[in-house]
């Protein structure tokens, strides 16, 4: 046997050596043909768990190290680069998963031993197999791609440009600004949203750096770290934004409306329009739905006002394509439809509320200029707030949304601050207060004279429907038909409650976009259970993904407050930052390779590469494969007749092996 | 002539007779094979005994082209004699060398296989229902036959085997040149095949080709392929890209799909898997009730991919479990 | 004492071999008799793979890949899906049950359902018993000739 291989078993502190016979494993593995030396170390992973291993490469030249672990998903880099160090090429390292996938879910030391022993003698069979291999160095290209000019978004852009990095911003809507730009103040310090939102929409709007382009999507993700090739569809606005100087005539004079996506419906807006006086950019675009020329060839009233000519019927989607060098996904959430828990009422009964809506009641800028008032009108004298619509619900979403607590606060404030007479309820299950001043805010509020009942708001019945339902002794004394009845069980009083209101407000779950799927597909990001985008670690690698090279941030990933979709969002600029200042970057070695002399020409390879990397020479009849292109799935090698294509290092005689090895004993 | 001849071997185990006759078809070659060599021990084409062989020397015969699987006692008896007599021994075609048509018999039992030809066919009138035995008292004394065998296997799962030449039969051309480099000195690595290519039949195919897709597998005898077009690409399965060339196209030309019968290329293992695998990657459909369906134009895929290598195989054989 | 069948797992990188490990952060317990092999794509599973698994003496093989349309490589997930169908067709003719091979899509989140899918596997195939391939007894050690 020419190989010198060492086997290292882990203890992990406890997390192996608690259910796997560390001492047994490492005697088992001396005994396999090839090893040289067999050790146990407490933490392999630790400085000098390292440098033993980097100690033995040196002094007893080891062909190749097997460590018995964590997961290769874990440490694998750790000791191919500790390898590397002492000089040992990293692709002689192999990992025995003994803690994720053996200490960790099997029960009994016998059985997780016997696990082991198995894995280890898979990874020594395989290590001697194994071939150096060299990484292949690839150019950065010094730019971005943020997608979602959200909070989130717009921080990560600004980070970036601000460090010299060609930044291109792309959002859906016509304005970037995304939730945020809705709110009128924000929790707990109750500042003014626009007020720190709109310097920030301006500054990503003007910067020299920033290419933004709103009003668009990303339609087609190409390449891969480094230079990703992104396909971006420019909807058309009917408004040459480089003519128009956004005086806002053509609004003016424009005869159709529609309602205001950026209103929640609560007021209208013209055909051509700007969702929001501080949108940015500040230019509008023309709603195809709406106007009376797009659909019936009638009207131009707003090209006869447009001085600077700038309105352009004729406008086409166009396709753009750029290239960057990664990818910050800051897609954002959506809100929960409250019809879709119809005991509630949303949508049916005019005095429901969602939280949306009523941040638009309460916005100065609002459809009625901060006067909270009922849909007819009036002030309410009493408002429930209900918390956890369709979070912590088994029936919805088993999720916190995390932010709800908070601005049901934030709401309460507000109302008893507008209304001083008003009486406002909060129904909760628990106060989740847990940031920075949020639980002081808590205590504030509870001061000022805000009732909170701890039980779930379960049903909202109108004042009409309720008292032709129950028995004249169960309609609360003086119950108008227009009002609202909140039944909910306050559970320290263990007592039902029907609680007469004029406004009852809502406070949807987070979602994950309705197309988050299908972006995560794009962009090749992973979702969870519940269907955020994935992070790589949920501890250590919170914005980074599988797919290197590409960073989330913000509610993308899962609900957040405004603070932490902030510090998201620099965090992904810092992630994406400095993978464009290392110039180069390495990229996996572990390619397919088309055997010359093997190849037959028979074409079997071709059509099955997701990435083009297989290309025929049709005077020659040999079928190669770009290493550039290349990403090492391995699908053109398992299809090969032949066995003429090499996955390199997931080659056939090292799974074989592995397989052997597995199965040995 | 200085050097002196040759001294061949020829034997047959479990096979047709068909590569015995291969040696007939160098037709004018066979003169200048007998330049080179001297055939002293031939069952098929002359009558020789065993008990010539034992008595010769060991490594008497410089080389001996063994055709055939073992199947049987007398096979695997005989081989293991020649391979003492012999310098080099190469397993001659597809029998030898996968275990050929005769190993299709490794999708049965013994036990089935005496039930079917001496039982249960039609064409059989066996109404005493004996079964042959290895040994059969009659007043004379105690008769001996050769031991069937539970599985057919290649020569060199039976003992060492120097080289390989594929081929149902081998290609006649090839022979001449397998023997002429014995005769040369001039010899590959032990364990080579030789006479073929270590590239796919794809290699030296005229067919036209361009893209593989299958919306629906067809059977040759159901069709009429057009000539100048890729079996795979008219839909019928051809294992001509998991099989080594070397045979000089005989089945493509005369409008046949290969049936693989120079076996796997050198890197390969399992010569079924591999067209497997390159087959079904090209299924049209993302749907699995329609890749069930399109599948079911393949009635017999183990048959169909191990027509000529199940010994070879990885499993060798089909289970049979308690059955 | 009961049969402890053998089983090995061909898991994607992406999908499955993260979602097991995320049972496995989960402290999710299940039956030991799965070893697995990590690949970087199921569409890397060359039949052969499952071939030598059964010849080296598993029992049964589990192929976990990425749902459909989640494949890291886009498409590698769907190579897979069309050739475990062939391959349980040929195994059936070989006689190997086809309750042995068990594909199945499990995301990097669903430690959960990785879980169930190796306790459930396990299960059936200790019910189907011992694969007792006749090869390991026909052709012993290393007889079996590759060339």
Known sequence: MPYKIGVYVCHCGTNIAGMVNVEEVADFARGIPGVTLSRTYKFMCSDPGQALLQEDIRKNGLDAVVVAACSPLMHERTFRRAAQEAGLNPFLVQIANIREQCSWVTEGKGAATEKAKALVAAAVRRAREHQPLEMRRVEITPSALVVGGGIAGIQAALDLADAGVQVVLVEREPSIGGHMAMFDKTFPTLDCAACILTPKMVAAGSHPNIKLMTWSEVEEVSGFVGNFKVKIRRKAGYVDH?????????????????????????????????????AVPNKPIIDKNACAYLKNGKCRVCVKFCEAAAIDFTQQDRVEEVTVGTIVLATGFQAMDGRRIPELGYGRLPGVYSALEFERLNNAAGPTNGVIQTRDGRAPRSVAILHCTGSRDENHHRYCSRVC???????????????PEARVYNFYIDMRCFGKGYEEFYKRLQEEGVRFVRGKGAQVWGGAEWKAMVPAAAVPEGLEDHQLVVVAEDSLLQQVLHVPVDMVVLTPAFEPRFDAEEVGRRFLVSRGADGFFLEQHPKLAP?????????????????????????????????????????EIEIEATTAHVQDELCSGCRTCIGLCPYNAITFDEARKRAAVNDALCKGCGTCVAACPSSAILARHFGDRQIFSEIEGLLSL | MSQAKLKVGVYWGASCGGCDVAFLDIHEKILDVIQVAEVKFWPCAMDFKYKDVEGYPDGYLDITLFNGAIRNSENEHVARLLRKKSKLMVAFGACAHMGGIPGLANFWSKKDIFASAYLESPS??????????????????????????????????????????????????????????????????KGAVVGASDKAMCEDCPRKKKELKFKKFQRRHLTHPDPEICFMEQGIVCLGAATRAGCGWRCIGSNMPCRGCYGPLPNVTDQGAKILAAIASHIDSEDPEEVERILDGIPDPAGYFYRFGLPLSLLHRRHLGDR | MSFEPKIV????????YTGADLAGTSRMKYAPNVRVVRVMCSGRVDPTFVLKAFRE??????????????????????????????????????????????????????????????????EQVRALGPLNLEVRKALPKKSQATA
């Open chain 3, 57 to 122: 003496g598993a029992d049964g093989v589990l192929l976990g890949g990425c749902h459909p349309g989640d494949c890291h490589y886009q498409s590698g997930n769907m190579k897979t899906l069309r050739r475990i169908p062939l391959l349980k067709r040929l195994l059936k003719d070989m006689g190997i049950e086809e309750g042995r091979l068990r594909l199945e899509w499990i995301s990097a989140s669903e430690g959960e359902r990785y879980q169930r899918v190796i306790n459930e596997f396990v």
């Open chain 1, 543 to 583: 914005v980074s993904t599988t797919n290197e090279g590409v960073f989330i941030a913000g509610a993308c990933q899962g609900p957040k407050d405004i603070p932490d979709t902030v510090a998201q969002g620099s965090a992904a600029a810092s992630k994406a930052l400095s993978l464009i200042t290392r110039k």
């Open chain 1, 405 to 419: 607590c908070m601005y049901a606060l934030k709401y309460a404030h507000l109302l008893r601050e507008k209304l």
């Open chain 2, 124 to 189: 059989t009138e066996n109404l005493q229902k004996i079964v042959p035995q290895v040994e059969t008292k009659v007043p004379e004394g105690t008769l001996k036959i050769p031991e069937l065998y539970e599985n057919v296997r290649t020569l060199a799962q039976t003992i060492d085997v120097d080289y390989t030449v594929p081929g149902c039969p081998p290609n006649p051309e090839q022979i001449a040149i397998v023997l002429g480099a014995v005769a040369s000195g001039k010899l590959p690595a």
């Open chain 3, 9 to 16: 797992g061909f898991l994607c990188n992406w999908c499955t």
């Open chain 1, 242 to 278: 480089d003519k128009c100087t956004g005086c806002g005539l053509c609004i003016e004079k424009c005869p159709y409306k529609a309602d205001s996506e950026f209103e929640q419906g609560l007021a209208k807006r013209k055909a051509i329009y700007l969702p929001f006086a501080q």
